[in-house]
């Protein structure tokens, strides 16, 4: 619906399909002249964790008619969606106290991945939010694009750069978990205990986990 002059009355009418529908896990409705109405509307369409399944994908670009009272709304549901991955939010004219509002729905959120805030109207104190966001609370955040703000580069690349270590951390969890699931020998290490191995007089290899 990218570029459709739907606005909240149109939204409206199309909400109780939408709602109902049994396999929408993308909506697009970017430059749709959507205003805060809209956007409560959206929210019942991402359903807190536990709940239906909902919107894996979400697209809201360049609705500037939404106020701050609107995107917290949002930051809101997407702090409690158990499916919600990718948010696109760029061109919307948010500035600081809205990405405030998102960084701590990205830190509770369990699931996004990827969030748009390209030409938001975000500066470095948006940026440092961020990055202390990034930096000390466990998120699933992977991508976080930031172009096009009042932003420097250094603190961009900071960002980047943490993103890129928690997904290589991520891999090589995944990785280790293959390994144990293709050896029920293996058991995982953990900070008060240390893998030995140790040799029967059958010649058998074991491995015992000693509390150290």
């Known amino acids: 619906l990218h570029g459709s002059p739907l606005t909240d009355a149109g939204l409206a009418l199309l909400n109780p399909a939408l709602s109902i529908h049994p396999s929408l896990v993308a ?36 609705n500037p008619g939404v106020t701050s009272k609107g995107w917290g709304r949002l930051a809101i549901a997407v702090a409690h969606s158990s499916q919600l991955r990718v948010l696109n939010l760029d061109y919307n004219p948010l500035g600081d106290q809205v990405a405030g509002m998102l960084a701590v729905a990205v830190a509770s959120s369990r699931t996004l991945e990827v969030l748009d805030l390209e030409g938001t109207g975000l500066t470095n104190q ?23 703000n009042n932003i420097s580069p250094e603190l961009q ?6 993103l ?17 699931e293709k050896n029920p020998w293996l058991c995982q290490n953990n900070s008060s205990s240390q893998m030995v191995l140790m040799t029967s007089g059958l010649g058998d290899s074991l491995l015992a986990e000693t509390e150290m």
């Open 164 to 180: 890129s270590e928690g997904e290589e951390e991520e891999e090589t969890e995944a990785r280790e978990v293959t390994a144990r």
């Open 126 to 148: 948006s940026a440092q939010t961020l990055l202390d966001m990034v930096e000390n609370y466990p998120t699933a955040l992977r991508t976080l694009i930031l172009a096009e």
């Open 157 to 162: 690349q900071q960002i980047s750069d943490l």
């Open 27 to 62: 909506l697009d409705l970017g430059d749709c002249m959507l205003g805060d109405e809209g956007i409560n509307l959206i929210c019942g369409l991402l359903p807190p964790d536990g709940a239906k399944s909902g919107l894996k994908e979400l697209t809201l670009s360049a």
